[in-house]
């Protein structure tokens, strides 16, 4: 169980977490308290995974060239 | 006859035409003859002058026709002309009349067959082969879930509504599209340039870095697809620092960038599946994995629980517990009394067996046992005492009795004896070594006496001296006063005016001289 705080997780780190934190608890050789503690880091690493999954919103956007074909900004994409 | 027959100039009724004119002439009737035409040859040397147009010769094995394509039209060209390929181009002829010369204005390339195209294709791959651009090592992992994903595709056509039709299904994701054109020469730098533009980007800037790249078109020809075997391609894709995800063509079609991208999907719509996992899949893998947590942590305690059960039933019942010692402790409080007053009786009982002994009677009997006792020793003192004188005295005069003058005398005159002995020895010892060494003084002494000059002289030798000095030089005795002549029965003393010259002979011998 790493001190890292959930929110600095990536989705994938959260994940590999939340497995080894399950893996840990389903042997059941692990302390109470620590257990406790294992609990509590689970279930702050689902919801990190679900706000993840749930917050996925679609942007998409074409990047606009000058004449030099340098980027300049973005304009939206339409009829996709 | 002769007024009517001319006799004209040779050529008078030739039209004449100025230069120029003949030049307008020629190019018209080139363009018009010649005005779209396809000639086969093979590329020599190209040129792209300043201005942007480009200069090149197409030529056979006796021939070489100039080529131009203006700088507006290369864009349309499918392939730029390569030093060395064999092409099909397509254009009219014109005439430069500023210096005589004709030319092909080209508005198409064509590779001559697809072998050529193929055989250039294996060159270009063998070389970056062997830069080690293709290698393994050098592929990125891509990421498991991408923030932004970047695409470089042309925005109008199928392959970017495919790409962003399954990435919603998928996971909806923010998509960044660099429009390029994916066919004709532009299109290999185009991409070359959004590839680096994208990897130029500063992350959580005015336009967000994608966290992967997908380089994508549909399917063509393999004239259509040439852009992406362009070799600024294939080394832009290399050396993106962004995970690169190839994905052009149809699965059949495989392009250099295809080599030195991070991964190859073999058509747009797979090149979506590789960028993301599924959403719904991974909710469905997360609720479970918060289900086993919530199982994992209710049995822990379930279990525990269970277990504090199983212990409180094997714990003995209070009452039990105490029953044994309860038992003991009624037992000693009911001897407790009768315990105590036995000790009393008995230590009683002792004091008086004790008490019964301590009489005066018992005291005077150990004084008088006391007394007795001194009373013997000191009768012993004394015996004592004078027995102990009595033995020293007698060791002293056995002592002194052997201590007599007599033993002296005796041991006195022995030594005399060996005394006497002895100084005779020492005499005789004497007299004899002296002896000896008399003997052999004589025995030097005639020795000496050989060997001296004395002996010498009675042989009829003399020793010549004046005043005590030898004389040894005839020199020297014509020069002395007075000569003393040495015999061996005695000297004489000779004047120089006495005797005559003296003789050499008699003067002894230099070597006899040394002896002295």
Same mark, same amino acid.
């Given at each position: 169980?790493?001190?890292?705080?959930?929110?600095?997780?990536?989705?994938?780190e959260?994940?590999?977490?939340l497995?080894?934190?399950?893996?840990?608890?389903?042997?059941?050789?692990?302390?109470?308290?620590?257990?406790?503690?294992?609990?509590?880091?689970?279930?702050?690493?689902?919801?990190?995974?679900?706000?993840?999954?749930k917050?996925?919103?679609?942007?998409?956007?074409?990047?606009?060239?000058?004449?030099?074909?340098?980027?300049?900004?973005?304009?939206?994409?339409?009829?996709? | 006859?002769?007024?009517?027959?001319?006799?004209?100039?040779?050529?008078?009724?030739?039209?004449?035409?100025?230069?120029?004119?003949?030049?307008?002439?020629?190019?018209?009737?080139?363009?018009?003859?010649?005005?779209?035409?396809?000639?086969?040859g093979?590329?020599?040397?190209?040129?792209?002058?300043?201005?942007?147009?480009?200069?090149?010769?197409?030529?056979?094995?006796?021939?070489?026709?100039?080529?131009?394509?203006w700088?507006?039209?290369?864009?349309?060209?499918?392939?730029?002309?390569?030093?060395?390929?064999?092409?099909?181009?397509?254009?009219?002829?014109?005439?430069?009349?500023a210096?005589?010369?004709?030319?092909?204005?080209?508005?198409?390339?064509?590779?001559?067959?697809?072998?050529?195209?193929?055989?250039?294709?294996?060159?270009?791959?063998?070389?970056?082969?062997?830069?080690?651009?293709?290698?393994?090592?050098?592929?990125?992992p891509?990421?498991?879930?991408?923030e932004?994903?970047?695409?470089?595709?042309?925005?109008?056509?199928?392959?970017?509504?495919?790409?962003?039709?399954?990435?919603?299904?998928?996971?909806p994701?923010k998509?960044?599209?660099?429009?390029?054109?994916?066919?004709?020469?532009?299109?290999?730098?185009?991409?070359a340039?959004?590839?680096?533009?994208?990897?130029?980007?500063?992350?959580g800037?005015?336009?967000?870095?994608?966290?992967?790249?997908i380089?994508?078109?549909?399917?063509?020809?393999?004239?259509?697809?040439?852009?992406?075997?362009?070799?600024i391609?294939?080394?832009?894709?290399?050396?993106?620092?962004?995970?690169?995800?190839?994905?052009?063509?149809?699965?059949?079609?495989?392009?250099?960038?295809?080599?030195? %991208?991070?991964?190859?999907? &073999?058509?747009?719509?797979? *090149?979506?599946?590789?960028?993301?996992? $599924? @959403? /719904? =899949?991974? +909710?469905?893998?997360?609720?479970?994995?918060?289900?086993?947590?919530?199982?994992?942590a209710r049995?822990?305690?379930?279990?525990?629980?269970?277990?504090?059960?199983?212990?409180?039933?094997?714990?003995?019942?209070?009452?039990?517990?105490?029953?044994?010692?309860?038992?003991?402790?009624?037992?000693?409080?009911?001897?407790?009394?009768?315990?105590?007053?036995?000790?009393?009786?008995?230590?009683?009982?002792?004091?008086?067996?004790?008490?019964?002994?301590?009489?005066?009677?018992?005291?005077?009997?150990?004084?008088?046992?006391?007394?007795?006792?001194?009373?013997?020793?000191?009768?012993?003192?004394?015996?004592a005492?004078?027995?102990?004188?009595?033995?020293?005295?007698?060791?002293?005069?056995?002592? %002194?009795?052997?201590?007599? &003058?007599?033993?002296?005398? *005796?041991?006195?005159?022995?030594?005399r $004896? @060996? /005394? =006497?002995? +002895?100084?005779?020895?020492?005499?005789?010892?004497?007299?004899?070594w002296?002896?000896?060494?008399?003997?052999?003084?004589e025995?030097?002494?005639?020795?000496?006496?050989?060997?001296?000059?004395?002996?010498?002289?009675?042989?009829?030798?003399?020793?010549?001296?004046?005043?005590?000095?030898?004389?040894?030089?005839?020199?020297?005795?014509?020069?002395?006063?007075?000569?003393?002549?040495?015999?061996?029965?005695?000297?004489?003393?000779?004047?120089?005016?006495?005797?005559?010259?003296p003789?050499?002979?008699?003067?002894?011998?230099?070597?006899?001289?040394?002896?002295?």
């Open positions: 169980m790493s001190d890292t705080p959930v929110e600095k997780l990536s989705f994938e959260a994940m590999k977490e497995e080894s934190v399950v893996n840990q608890l389903d042997h059941g050789d692990v302390a109470l308290d620590r257990s406790i503690a294992l609990y509590e880091r689970g279930a702050a690493l689902k919801k990190r995974c679900e706000d993840e999954l917050r996925a919103e679609e942007k998409v956007a074409a990047i606009t060239l000058d004449n030099d074909g340098n980027p300049t900004g973005t304009a939206p994409v339409e009829g996709n | 006859m002769s007024d009517l027959i001319d006799d004209p100039a040779p050529g008078q009724n030739m039209p004449e035409y100025t230069v120029s004119e003949i030049s307008g002439a020629v190019k018209r009737t080139l363009e018009g003859e010649f005005g779209r035409i396809r000639v086969r093979e590329v020599g040397r190209v040129f792209r002058a300043r201005s942007g147009h480009l200069y090149y010769d197409v030529k056979d094995d006796r021939n070489v026709l100039a080529c131009t394509t700088k507006g039209q290369i864009a349309r060209l499918s392939v730029e002309p390569e030093e060395g390929l064999e092409v099909v181009v397509t254009g009219r002829l014109t005439a430069f009349g210096q005589s010369k004709y030319n092909m204005n080209v508005e198409e390339v064509a590779v001559a067959g697809q072998g050529a195209l193929m055989a250039l294709l294996e060159k270009r791959k063998k070389a970056l082969a062997a830069e080690g651009l293709f290698d393994k090592e050098r592929k990125r891509l990421p498991f879930l991408p932004v994903i970047g695409v470089v595709t042309s925005p109008s056509g199928a392959v970017i509504r495919d790409i962003l039709h399954r990435l919603r299904e998928r996971f994701r998509v960044l599209i660099w429009p390029v054109a994916v066919q004709g020469t532009a299109c290999a730098p185009e991409v340039r959004a590839i680096n533009g994208f990897n130029a980007l500063t992350p800037g005015a336009l967000p870095r994608p966290d992967l790249l380089v994508a078109r549909g399917g063509g020809s393999v004239e259509d697809l040439w852009g992406f075997n362009e070799e391609v294939a080394r832009a894709a290399a050396a993106s620092a962004i995970p690169l995800i190839s994905a052009v063509g149809h699965e059949t079609d495989t392009t250099l960038i295809d080599f030195t %991208s991070d991964h190859r999907a &073999p058509t747009p719509t797979a *090149a979506a599946e590789l960028a993301v996992p $599924v @959403r /719904l =899949d991974l +909710l469905t893998q997360i609720e479970s994995q918060g289900g086993r947590i919530r199982t994992a049995n822990g305690i379930a279990r525990r629980q269970q277990r504090l059960a199983d212990l409180a039933r094997g714990l003995p019942r209070h009452d039990t517990l105490l029953s044994g010692p309860r038992q003991r402790l009624d037992i000693a409080s009911d001897r407790l009394p009768a315990a105590l007053i036995r000790g009393v009786q008995h230590r009683r009982l002792r004091l008086s067996e004790l008490s019964g002994s301590l009489r005066p009677v018992t005291l005077a009997r150990l004084l008088a046992a006391n007394r007795t006792e001194l009373q013997r020793l000191s009768l012993r003192l004394s015996p005492l004078e027995r102990g004188l009595r033995t020293r005295r007698e060791l002293y005069e056995n002592q %002194s009795a052997r201590l007599l &003058p007599r033993t002296l005398e *005796a041991q006195i005159t022995r030594e $004896v @060996r /005394l =006497d002995t +002895l100084s005779r020895r020492l005499s005789r010892c004497g007299t004899t002296i002896e000896a060494l008399r003997g052999r003084i025995a030097h002494d005639r020795l000496l006496a050989t060997l001296g000059y004395e002996a010498t002289l009675r042989r009829g030798y003399v020793v010549v001296r004046e005043r005590g000095n030898l004389v040894t030089t005839c020199t020297a005795a014509a020069q002395a006063a007075l000569l003393e002549i040495q015999f061996a029965d005695g000297r004489l003393n000779v004047g120089p005016q006495s005797s005559p010259a003789r050499p002979r008699k003067t002894p011998s230099p070597e006899q001289g040394s002896l002295f």
